[in-house]
């Protein structure tokens, strides 16, 4: 399996004969909308920079496409112009059905909460995610995580925006999944508590992970103020560097 990191929390899956692209944000710097907040963190468009140079090169290849929610930092316009464009084979949240239809995207698939289903071959289960602490997560809306098992290839949870809840706790104890993708900014609006796990929860997170963890959704969009350096520091002063990707845009892991 080979995971590219695209940037924010866009990646492609390759297995040996799939490509899975996740929660595509595709256009240029700024073309996603206005800041998603104006006194906190430095307003400025999202996302705040382009797509690395050869990163198109790999979405094109581009066989199915899964999507965890509805916000402009993981299906913007570009992405859904490619994905009508080329007729990909959507999957998503049952949740989502009906406004991903709207948009004239190939639904090919919905997954309910979880909910084992058939997936390429192997499996997919929709993981309960909470986009925030307190109130602000009834706003945020639907989110949907996924526990994924592909033929010869280890097992993956996607946790996408969330805060650690017992959903995802008991996905990294009992599932023990292979690898798990953490939202690892700290998103955060100029109101409210954090739309992600604070730092704490991100180290938590990492803790009871059984196997490689990767930190995504970093240093993309305005409201995220986490770090790669401040992560990778964290992560050498709480002896979990060893354990996490911290990759950088366009950098692909193969494991």
Known sequence: MKIHHIRNATMVIETSDKVLLIDPMLGSKGSAGPPFTLFRFKPLKNPILDLPGTAM??????THCLITHLHPDHLDKGAIKFLVDNNTPIICSIKDEKALKKQGLNLTQTVEYWKKSEF??????????????????????????YFIQLPNEQSLYLSSDTIYTEDVHIVLTIHKPDISVVAAGSAQLDIFQPLLMTMEDILKFIKNAPGKVIANHLEAVNHCPTTRL?????????GLYEKTFVPEDGQFIEI
């Open 57 to 62: 090169e790999i979405v094109e290849k581009t």
């Open 120 to 145: 390429l071959g192997g499996s997919v289960e929709g993981i309960p995610a909470r986009h925030g602490y307190g109130f602000v997560a009834k706003p945020m809306g639907n989110v949907m995580g």
């Open 230 to 238: 401040g992560l990778r520091k964290e992560l050498e002063k709480n």
